[in-house]
């Protein structure tokens, strides 16, 4: 599976970005499509992880701020980003993880910058 995310950019606080990961190739065998994000000198952390079914869990850190949905038929997972803070600077990752294999494939990232 390959892995592209897209729709970071430079956003002024409170401002709000959609997010885009597609995932191509054997998309028949996905089990689950995550959001993480990084930011220079953290670790990487999870924002949200959708299943097969559609159940999204979210981390606890942005629940009521960050929105997961997904395009089943275009193999497509989004994240709406709302009030948005320049806390949530960070390059935003997609994982997928497919049945039948242990690691997920990760996509390279889209940069989102959040100005005070």
């Known amino acids: 599976v390959q892995v592209v995310e897209s729709g970071g950019d430079l956003v002024q606080a409170g401002g709000s970005l959609r997010l885009s990961c597609v995932a191509s190739g054997s998309a028949s065998s996905i089990s689950e499509m995550g959001w993480y994000r990084q930011a220079p000198g953290n670790q990487r952390e999870l924002i949200a992880e959708v299943s097969r079914s559609g159940r999204v869990n979210y981390a606890d850190s942005i629940k009521g701020r960050f929105t997961v949905s997904k395009d089943s038929a275009k193999n497509t997972v989004y994240l709406q980003l709302n009030s948005l803070k320049p806390e949530d600077t960070a390059k935003y990752y997609c994982?997928?993880?497919?049945?039948?294999?242990?690691?997920?494939?990760w996509g390279q990232g889209t940069q989102v910058t959040v100005s005070s």
């Open positions: 994982s997928v993880r497919e049945r039948g294999r242990v690691l997920p494939s």
